[in-house]
């Protein structure tokens, strides 16, 4: 028996995209890729992204070629070329067959002090090159306690896509990541993801109109894993998630596919 498209399908993508951070060497990406690509082609109502390291990204590309899976990375330079020592620009990582990019990770803003507009900066130069930027947003524990997590949220969003068109708005992705929730083992609530991801829904209509916003996929990143996939993906507006520790593990972000794959047709 046939499965109806969901309604948000006509919209935007559902996507499940991993984060692997500064772990794991070339080897362990292609043998990781080998064993996904059997899962990967039962994801019918998903999109799948790795965001491995800038060493992984040749081995990567070459061994998910002509499957379903993506190649992203974890960041980029604002700038295309220069003296910018250890950089990596948006064009070379088109070059080396990169399609996404993460752009604002919480960790980097809090451990190499990334503003709002640098990201803003850093999503402009990868819209240009033909990436596809994840940004990411979200609020710490002490927003979170003053209650200002949604003023947050909205600054954050407005601030990181200022310049951006919505035919470009179209290749992005907005993944939302208390920064409370990652690498804790701490998650946010279904209800609390859903509330912010709404926010960051609304905020994008007021700049990009209904029609805008309802086509950009939103991902929860804040500890997503195996327990609490099926829930925060049922969510109205929760497209997706940017998984961290699950992501390394074929068994578990396999479980979290197939979570997204059971969800997403009952949305």
């Known amino acids: 028996m046939s499965v109806a498209m969901p309604m948000n399908a006509k919209y935007r993508k559902t996507i499940i995209a991993g984060n692997w951070k500064m772990n794991l060497s070339p080897r362990d990406a292609r043998e990781f890729i080998r064993e996904l690509k059997p899962l990967a082609v039962q994801a019918k109502w998903c999109d799948i992204v790795l965001c491995v390291p800038y060493l992984q990204i040749p081995e990567a590309v070459r061994t998910a070629r002509g499957s379903r899976i993506a190649i992203g990375a974890q960041n980029c330079h604002q700038e295309t070329a220069g003296a910018y020592t250890g950089e990596i620009s948006a064009p070379m990582l088109v070059e080396a067959g990169v399609k996404y990019v993460i752009v604002g990770h919480s960790e980097r803003r809090r451990d190499f002090g990334e503003t709002d507009s640098l990201v803003n900066r850093k999503v402009l130069s990868a819209l240009k090159a033909g990436l596809r930027p994840i940004v990411c947003v979200g609020e710490t524990l002490e927003m979170r306690d003053n209650d200002i997590t949604l003023d947050v949220v909205r600054m954050q969003v407005k601030t990181a896509l200022r310049g951006v068109t919505r035919e470009e708005l179209r290749r992005g992705t907005i993944a939302y990541e208390p920064g409370w929730a990652i690498g804790t083992g701490y998650t946010?609530?279904?209800?609390?993801?859903?509330?912010?991801?709404?926010?960051?829904?609304?905020?994008?209509?007021?700049?990009?109109?209904?029609?805008?916003?309802?086509?950009?996929?939103?991902?929860?990143?804040?500890?997503?894993?195996?327990?609490?996939?099926?829930?925060?993906?049922?969510?109205?507006?929760?497209?997706?998630?940017?998984?961290?520790?699950?992501?390394?593990?074929?068994?578990?972000?396999?479980?979290?596919?197939?979570?997204?794959?059971?969800?997403?047709?009952?949305?």
């Open 188 to 267: 946010a609530t279904a209800k609390q993801a859903n509330e912010v991801s709404a926010v960051i829904r609304a905020a994008l209509r007021t700049v990009y109109g209904a029609q805008g916003a309802r086509g950009v996929s939103i991902l929860y990143g804040g500890s997503m894993n195996t327990g609490n996939a099926r829930d925060l993906l049922a969510q109205p507006d929760v497209d997706g998630g940017l998984i961290g520790g699950a992501s390394m593990r074929t068994e578990s972000f396999g479980k979290i596919i197939e979570a997204a794959n059971q969800n997403v047709p009952q949305k």
